[in-house]
């Protein structure tokens, strides 16, 4: 062995040493102080042997029932503090809200986020960014008729291109993905893209594999021991699709600049650009090029995903229970008939509402949440939790709460019915999360999923592929920061 690699190894060792020493002294110190408990980590790896990688939610909601409501896991040198059920997730996000509205730092975000943008930013930058975004999404029709004569126009769009296919087997993702980005587009550009147009094919296609690498192990474990990216390729290709998508919107707002009339603002990147002017020469402001571009890249982002896959979990529900399918279907016949689905009949029609809650709360598309870190020392439950600490707001395990839902495990329309059919709402439905990070888009979310849904029901009835019966769809998620269905195909037949 010559001596560089010698002192390479000398250094290796020396690491390896001081991991063990800090986390020795990180678990005696807070096994002291109140912190909550949790399984026994090796040195080094932490709990990593026990965690599923793919799918971390389900070795977290069998720990809780060791651990209770708040335990700790150990990732590698860094402990996480993972919260369990609707009771604790609600004290912490709501009744806690700003010791709980921090956002850790993970590796492969701070290459690429930098501190800016809403979803993971912290800090004032946050908070002027997400209160801009919240007023600017009102003002551009979030939640009112404005924007629901754009989604009723696009749902026609839609229905049209799965018409096309005339009932044969199709792969739906990249058209509910267009047509639901396309509602977010009409307001940060103030235009729509033809399902076929290749950037918005480009765009979506590197939005999605982001979206799933984000939640694979090898990025997962690049965030643990960022020291071994050199042999996990997965982050630089997530920073490479970003800088993609970037671009795009760099040059979106470069072509807006040059037309742009402050008496004439036509979509959310002009009122970006006109504040953006206005603050000229301050040093301290945030209205920079960097903050628009993660501004708009998380708001096309969780704009298009969480919709376009809780209806794609939509449609294989109710091809897996066809007889809810049927119903929601006179349902729709009874109050609506052939007239164009509007947010006025929403409270006409209880069982579709419940239907399209419970497709939410047993999809689960974001079993984690996104991450929280405590912005000050807080005490929960009992447990002391310092300032900074990494926390999953397990939603899950929300959504599936034993002491909340009837049948919590089963697809059951009911849980948002009362005995008269009425329907009722359920404090522990919380897919959009809860507090001060609850999510901005979430009007825009409900109407677009009453609107997207109701509109294909009332035009096709969705079957399996031929030779593949309703008992033979699989419902096990795949894997991804959020969790889609596995891909399938949808037989779409018009109704007569």
């Known amino acids: 062995m010559d001596w560089a690699n010698l002192a390479l190894a000398g250094l290796v060792l020396i690491l390896i040493l001081l991991l063990v020493l800090k986390r020795e002294y990180f678990w005696k110190s807070h096994a002291r102080d109140g912190f909550p408990p949790g399984p026994r980590p090796l040195p080094i790896i932490g709990n990593l042997h026990i965690l599923d990688l793919k799918r971390p939610y389900r070795t977290m909601l069998e720990l809780s029932k060791t651990y209770g409501s708040v335990f700790s896991l150990q990732m590698g040198p860094n402990k996480i503090v993972v919260l369990s059920g609707y009771d604790t997730v609600k004290e912490a ?22 501190g800016n943008g809403i979803l993971f930013s912290s800090g004032e930058n946050w908070k002027v960014m997400r209160r801009f975004t919240l007023t600017t999404l009102r003002d551009f029709g979030m939640g009112k008729k404005a924007i629901e004569d754009f989604i009723v126009e696009e749902t026609g769009h839609l229905a049209d291109a799965i018409e096309s296919h005339k009932g044969k087997p199709l792969e739906m993702t990249m058209m509910l993905n267009a047509a639901v980005s396309n509602v977010i587009m009409s307001i940060l550009l103030g235009k729509r893209f033809d399902y076929e147009d290749p950037t918005l094919k480009r765009l979506l296609s590197l939005v999605n594999e982001n979206v799933r690498l984000l939640g694979s192990p090898s990025v997962s474990l690049y965030n643990i021991f960022p020291v071994f990216g050199i042999f996990l390729k997965d982050h630089k290709t997530i920073v490479k699709n970003r800088e993609e ?20 603002q036509r979509s959310f990147i002009d009122t ?5 002017q206005e603050e000229k020469g301050n040093t301290n402001g945030y209205f920079h090029n960097d903050n628009l571009d993660e501004v708009m890249q998380n708001l096309f982002i969780a704009g298009m995903e969480t919709t376009s896959t809780t209806l794609r979990w939509g449609l294989l529900l109710m091809m897996k229970y066809p007889e809810i399918q049927k119903k929601v279907q006179e349902e729709i016949e009874r109050v609506i008939g052939s007239t164009s689905p509007r947010i006025e009949h929403r409270s006409q029609m209880p069982y579709t509402d419940a239907v399209i809650h419970e497709i939410q709360r047993f999809a689960n598309i974001l079993p984690l949440n996104l991450p929280h870190a405590t912005t000050e020392d807080v005490t929960l439950k009992g447990y002391f939790v310092p300032r900074g600490t990494y926390v999953i707001p397990l939603l899950a395990s929300v959504l599936r709460d034993k002491s909340q839902w009837e049948k919590p495990d089963m697809f059951y329309p009911e849980h948002f019915l009362d005995s008269e059919g009425k329907f009722v709402k359920k404090a522990a439905f919380m897919p959009f999360s809860a507090g001060r990070r609850i999510c901005a888009g979430e009007t825009l979310a409900k109407m677009e999923l009453f609107l997207f849904f109701t509109r294909l029901l009332q035009q096709f009835i969705f079957h399996p592929p031929p030779g593949v019966s309703s008992s033979d769809l699989d419902l096990t998620p795949a894997v991804g920061l959020t969790t889609p269905p596995a891909v399938h195909e949808v037989c779409a037949v018009p109704r007569s």
């Open 93 to 114: 996000l709501v009744n806690h809200a700003n010791a709980f509205a921090g956002r850790p730092e993970i590796p492969v975000l701070e290459k690429i986020v930098k």
């Open 245 to 264: 998508v970037g671009a795009f919107v760099k040059a979106t707002f470069t072509e807006h600049l040059k037309t742009l009339d402050k008496n004439d």
């Open 272 to 276: 970006f650009l006109v504040r953006q």
